[in-house]
């Protein structure tokens, strides 16, 4: 028996950083996805396949004990097969690039989540969401929830800490130009970096919160009227407040200049120090930022809102 599940990558489109000091973030899944196919065989072992390695493994092990990248795959499938005389075979296909804050772990953990589980009994979204995010703190104890959230649901997504998730019902018509600047970043490390800016600048930063949040109310009314351009220049503005605290390069920003020229707008998306950037086009003017990139020798590629979220076959 097998079964087979597929979730999308996520963008951060703003308010990375100010999340973490309770300001609103707005985030999107993006049409990139990884599949997890998950197979009962008879032997009691776990056997995992993907891109960036394999791993076999006895059920019943302690997940502190599991040094591998598979590691959230192992856990799903542990608790899964908890109580049970059969093992698994799981196999993950991916199109999302790994480690550049594009969602690659939460499409793992909600995919992985949902194929496992439904080798043993229909289960919802919702408590798919569950185990995904159990998975995912394998990786990062401190994680939001907030990727995996908007992987399972798709779409748009405002999220804040004190009020958590709530989806936006507008469907607007963009596509994203994802610009890697294939240099891994840590997000905990770059985290810790704009902590000791905070500490060290308490005001501005305050300032900056204030000014971050006034623009997510802008973005929310703009993209109700599916304001493109107007989209644009908040994204800009909102790269300035992250080059202010300090996690842009300039790599980054020869990057962002780039798309700046031939976009409406770039700016990096998730933690920054590394990973993407992305420029937001429409059909005007998408092929010529993706040619402008691709002039400079840089890897991009272009993705759309994805709006169905976790599938399941
Ligand atoms: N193709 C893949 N196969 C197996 N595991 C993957 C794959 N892509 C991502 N992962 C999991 O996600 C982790 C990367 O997470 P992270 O560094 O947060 O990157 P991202 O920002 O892309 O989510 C990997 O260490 C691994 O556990
Ligand atoms: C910097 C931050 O706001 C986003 C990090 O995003 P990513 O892991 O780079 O996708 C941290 C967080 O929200 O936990």
């Known amino acids: 028996m097998k079964s087979k599940a597929s979730a999308p990558g996520k963008v951060i489109l703003f308010g990375e950083h100010f999340v973490v000091y309770g300001v609103k973030a707005i985030l ?53 097969i908890q109580n049970k005389n059969f093992g698994l075979k799981i196999n993950v296909d991916s199109e999302i690039p790994l ?25 919802s979204k919702e408590e798919i969401l ?15 929830g907030a990727d995996c959230t908007v992987c399972t649901f798709g779409g748009l997504m405002e999220y804040d800490k004190k009020n958590g998730f709530s989806k936006i019902e507008s469907e607007p018509n963009f596509h994203l130009v994802i610009v890697n600047s294939n240099v891994e970043h840590s997000t905990e490390s770059v985290v ?23 623009l997510v109310e802008n973005v929310l009314e703009m993209l109700k009227e599916n304001n493109v351009k107007g989209l644009g220049q908040k994204i800009i503005q909102n790269q300035k407040f992250l080059e202010t605290i300090g996690i842009s390069n300039n790599k980054l920003r020869d990057m962002i200049q780039i798309g700046n020229k031939s976009s409406f707008g770039a700016k990096i998306t998730g933690a920054g120090g590394g ?3 992305f420029a937001l086009t429409d059909e005007s003017n ?25 599938d399941t076959f």
């Open 99 to 123: 480690g550049v804050g594009l969602g690659s772990s939460s499409a793992c953990c909600v995919a992985g989540a949902a194929a496992i589980s439904k080798l043993v009994g229909d289960i």
């Open 192 to 214: 810790g970096e704009v902590k000791k800016y905070k500490e060290n600048n308490k005001e501005k930063f305050s300032k900056l919160c204030e000014d971050e949040s006034v």
């Open 275 to 277: 990973g993407c950037i």
């Open 130 to 144: 569950k185990l995904a995010i159990e998975a995912e703190k394998t990786i990062f104890e401190n994680t939001s």
């Open 28 to 80: 999107c899944a993006i049409d990139k996805r990884i599949t997890v196919t998950a197979e009962k065989i008879s032997e009691r072992k776990i056997f995992i396949k993907s891109n960036i390695g394999e791993l076999e493994i006895q059920p019943n092990k302690l997940i502190s004990e599991i040094n591998s990248p598979l590691k959230p795959f192992y856990y799903l499938a542990n608790k899964i």
């Open 286 to 310: 998408l092929e010529d930022t993706i040619k402008k990139f691709k002039e400079k020798k840089y890897e991009c590629f272009s993705v759309k809102i994805d709006f169905k979220g976790l």
